[in-house]
């Protein structure tokens, strides 16, 4: 079956403008997180939805990035006003929580942000 | 606060065993993680354990866990140039909420 696919797989950007990127998760699964991967760094969470509930947003870095989910499918991050600092792989995962206790988040395969 | 830590860069020899460690800090962490990810690839699952265990073995794989310490280890048997990836240590933190991981270990096989 398909996996959680994310587009675009490449985005330049210049500094100072917006940028949308999308993230299709796994049919079915009720859970869905960002995280960002920047050079030479780990992955560092950003945002994690489950089902209808209020998200968990304790990672996003700034009052610039703001996540949605719509109909508990698709979610799209959107930077504002970009900063070089946001240059960075920007990764979705989802996971279908009641499957399976320990939880397996399965990743898509990135968007990778450039901020010039 | 929650932090994971893990050593950037390992180089073994093709056929040897390969033993990437980490370190966490979350005692309340309930599963802890390796993940892989390979050139071009997404991150994948390569194994997990359950914070009430010692020890996981899958074929190859071998995950020990001291609890006391905060140490998990991956031991990878007889490793091949396929096994040259990036391997990520992570913590569950805050119930299901999300991963914490480790910068990643760079594992490269030469012949």
């Known amino acids: 079956g398909a996996g959680v696919s994310q587009s675009p797989s490449n985005k330049v950007t210049e500094k100072g403008k917006d940028v949308e990127l999308r993230c299709d998760p796994i049919s079915g699964h009720t859970a869905l997180y960002w995280y960002r991967q920047s050079l030479g760094q780990g992955l560092e969470f950003l945002i994690y939805?489950?089902?209808?509930?209020?998200?968990?947003k304790s990672g996003l870095p700034s009052d610039r990035f703001s996540a949605e989910r719509t109909g508990g499918s698709v979610s799209t991050l959107t930077i504002q006003r970009t900063q070089q600092e946001d240059s960075a792989v920007y990764l979705c995962?989802?996971?279908?929580?009641?499957?399976?206790?320990?939880?397996?988040?399965?990743f898509g395969p990135g968007t990778r942000l450039t901020v010039l | 606060g929650e932090d994971v830590e893990q050593s950037l860069f390992l180089s073994v020899r093709e056929g040897d065993s390969s033993v990437i460690n980490c370190t966490y800090t979350?005692?309340?962490?309930?599963?802890l993680y390796w993940y892989k990810q390979e050139p071009g690839a997404g991150l994948q699952l390569l194994t997990y354990i359950f914070s009430n265990m010692d020890m996981k073995q899958d074929q190859r794989l071998t995950v020990l866990l001291n609890k006391k310490d905060k140490h998990l280890s991956l031991r990878i048997a007889d490793t091949q140039t396929g096994d040259s990836a990036i391997y990520f240590c992570a913590e569950l933190s805050g119930g299901y909420n999300k991963l914490i991981f480790g910068a990643g270990t760079r594992l490269a096989v030469h012949p």
């Open positions: 979350d005692s309340s962490s309930t599963y």
């Open positions: 995962a989802s996971s279908h929580t009641r499957t399976t206790s320990y939880n397996e988040q399965f």
């Open positions: 939805f489950q089902g209808n509930s209020a998200p968990d």
